[in-house]
C-alpha cells in the first residue's frame, strides 16, 4: 500500500494550493479518503473527508468554506483544494484511507507565510 502527497510547499496568506494523493496497493473506490494535519506541538487534526463514492463530504469548522476535498476513483487520487490560507493553516498535511483498515500517507509540509 503507498500513498504519495506531493503538492506541499511554501504559499503566502490568502494564498491558494491544491494537495494531491495518489493510492495504490489496495481497492481505493472501496475507501473513505480523508485529510489530517498536524502543526508543531499539536496534536493531529482531521481536516477533511469524502465518502467512497464522493457523494459527501465533511470538513473541520477551522477549514470550512476555504478548503474542498474530491476524489476520482478512475486516477485512485484525492485530492484538497486549500483557498484562504491562514498562518495557523501551517502543518504537515497527511491522507489517509479509511475503511475496515486504515491506510496513511508519508506527509507533506504546507507553510502559510504572514
Known amino acids: 500500500v503507498v500513498l504519495v502527497e506531493p503538492g506541499g510547499g511554501l504559499v503566502q496568506t490568502g494564498g491558494s494550493l491544491r494537495l494531491s494523493c495518489a493510492a495504490s496497493?489496495?481497492?481505493?473506490?472501496?475507501?473513505?479518503m480523508s485529510w489530517s494535519r498536524q502543526a508543531p506541538g499539536k496534536e493531529r487534526e482531521l481536516v477533511a473527508t469524502?465518502?467512497?463514492?464522493?457523494?459527501?463530504?465533511n470538513y473541520a469548522a477551522s477549514v470550512k468554506g476555504r478548503f474542498t476535498i474530491s476524489r476520482d476513483n478512475a486516477k485512485n487520487t484525492v485530492y484538497l483544494q486549500m483557498n484562504s490560507l491562514k498562518p495557523e493553516d501551517t502543518a504537515v498535511y497527511f491522507c489517509?484511507?479509511?475503511?475496515?483498515?486504515?491506510?496513511w500517507g508519508q506527509g507533506t509540509q504546507v507553510t502559510v507565510s504572514s
Open positions: 489517509n484511507a479509511r475503511s475496515a483498515v486504515a491506510y
Open positions: 496497493g489496495f481497492t481505493f473506490r472501496s475507501f473513505a
Open positions: 469524502v465518502t467512497t463514492a464522493g457523494a459527501s463530504t
